[in-house]
């Protein structure tokens, strides 16, 4: 448990310097590009000194590992668009309710943990789905408009890429990450295709002059970075730690997040819940009692 709690944590780091970057005018897209660089040097630094880095391109999962991470930027900038134009409520909806799809292919694909799901369980799972809905739900402003097309389909795309990256850790996590002292080597080449996925991006958009390097990006980058990495490597020793069961695992994630995210709001930036986002909040934390009851009656032995 102890890992899962601080991915949350620092999950939450993160989405506090993304609600700081607007007021100390960061370019966000630079910093998410920039972040990828302090993320791969802050696993180096925590590689054990008898496991040098390396890429072998003949391993099948180097290429997963180098695929997930160019997900990772599109992912990111599909969300930033998502949020533009179909706005903060379709696109936080959509990332959240994306568990549905690592969960279910933990428990009826992958069929990995150990653990069999009952119905108290199946409950939490449905009473999860339910909770970050409501938890999450914003209302819209009256000038919003809705935009028609092509743009409707951007929620959608988060939804199933937000899905399919996290299936894919989850998978990788099971299949090439025997071991807690792999995951070091396999995260840092997911970072690694983050890394050139991101500078092939910013380097298109210099010289076609639509956008100008900033000072300040390169201090949020910091800030995002080491957090960023930390999270991710985090998560995956707590799947490694319930022996991959994703099922478990990432609604526990998600909920806490959206729990821990909405303390932090209240506390350091004066936000106020609506009456249906402290229902979802409530729902929340009894979904999290019901999929996890069996490890927390364990717990209490």
Known sequence: ??????????????????????????????????????????????????QPFSVDFSQTWTWLALGLGVGFIITFILSGLSTQRMGI???????????????????????????????LNYMGLI???????????????EQTVMAVGW?????????????VTNTMINYMNIRYIPSTDKTLQVTLTMVLGAIIAGLVLLSSRLILDKEKIERQTFVAAIT????????????????????????FVYPLYNIGVILVAALSALLFFKEKLLVVNRIGLALAIVAIGLISWQELAQLMQ
Do not use: H, W
């Open 1 to 50: 448990m102890f890992f899962l709690f601080l991915s949350i944590l620092l999950s939450v780091v993160l989405l506090l310097n993304f609600r700081l970057f607007p007021r100390y005018r960061v370019n966000t897209v630079q910093a998410i590009v920039f972040n990828y660089p302090v993320c791969f040097l802050t696993g180096f630094l925590l590689l054990p000194r008898n």
């Open 89 to 119: 409520t379709a696109t936080s909806l959509a990332n959240n309710m994306s568990l549905v799809i690592p969960v279910c292919f933990s428990l009826f694909v992958f069929q990995t943990g150990g653990k069999t799901f009952d119905t």
């Open 127 to 141: 009473l999860a789905v339910v909770a970050v809905g409501l938890s999450t739900y914003k209302k819209q402003e």
């Open 151 to 163: 743009n409707t389909l951007l929620p959608v795309a988060v939804f199933v890429l937000y899905g």
């Open 224 to 247: 995002l970075g080491i957090p960023n990495f930390l999270s991710f490597y985090t998560l995956l020793l707590a799947l490694s730690e319930f022996g991959g069961n994703g099922a």
